[in-house]
């Protein structure tokens, strides 16, 4: 069986995800105090984040903090994403 | 007042066509159920010159369904400016059942401040600034 990129992408955001959620729940008291719609992108290896208020305020924070490599989770305060039209 | 015509597909969606500077442009379905700014496919954004940022995110589909997407950052033509935008990436393999149709999706965040107009019985898909 080939490994093909979209595996490789599809495993990487499944991990980011997995271990964003777990952080997410450990920081949930700090993460529920910020306000409603802020913008929170976790570090899943060391847990800590950079915030804004809004993805492109906050994503060339989180590069210069964790590096260009560095594999993150978005987590949105109170806010969900919602995509009508499916995916595929 | 800056507009961008699109029309309705043969298969009833409102398209509209997005210019991506110093790349092809893409045609985008608009999905007034997306919240966000841009949906790609994993190979689309690549072959857009978007940059991937390591960051992923859950989305919640219209089917109540949770799925897993990466993000991304480009640039695009809109409405007569260009924009830095994000993109959600999705990594699930392109339909080859109808590999020629509009694969991405242009959600609300790019129609904040517009009049979204749709007459289907004319097949036209209008988007005007309201500034």
């Known amino acids: 069986?080939?490994?093909?990129?979209?595996?490789?992408?599809?495993?990487?955001?499944?991990?980011?995800?997995?271990?964003?959620?777990?952080?997410?729940?450990?920081?949930?008291?700090?993460?529920?105090?910020?306000?409603?719609?802020?913008?929170?992108?976790?570090?899943?290896?060391?847990?800590?984040?950079?915030?804004?208020?809004?993805?492109?305020?906050?994503?060339?924070?989180?590069?210069?903090?964790?590096?260009?490599?560095a594999l993150g989770f978005v987590h949105r305060v109170r806010d969900r994403t919602f995509i009508g039209g499916g995916i595929g | 007042m800056a507009k961008i015509i699109g029309s309705v597909d043969e298969l009833g969606r409102p398209v509209v066509r997005i210019d991506v500077p110093g790349h092809d442009s893409l045609l985008a379905v608009v999905d007034t159920g997306f919240n966000r700014a841009l949906m790609l496919q994993h190979d689309q954004a690549i072959t857009l010159g978007f940059a991937f940022t390591g960051l992923n995110e859950y989305v919640e589909l219209g089917t109540s369904s949770i799925s897993k997407v990466e993000r991304a950052t480009g640039r695009i033509e809109w409405l007569g400016r260009a924009i830095a935008v994000d993109a959600f990436v999705s990594a699930e393999p392109p339909a080859t059942h109808r590999p020629d149709t509009a694969r991405a999706l242009l959600g609300t965040e790019l129609l904040q401040d517009c009049l979204l107009l749709v007459d289907f019985s004319s097949r036209l898909v209008e988007i005007e600034t309201q500034d």
């Open chain 1, 1 to 69: 069986m080939t490994v093909t990129d979209l595996d490789q992408a599809r495993a990487r955001s499944n991990f980011a995800c997995e271990q964003g959620e777990i952080w997410v729940a450990k920081k949930k008291d700090h993460l529920d105090a910020l306000p409603t719609g802020t913008v929170v992108l976790i570090d899943i290896v060391t847990g800590e984040y950079v915030t804004g208020k809004t993805f492109l305020e906050a994503s060339p924070l989180f590069k210069q903090r964790f590096g260009p490599s």
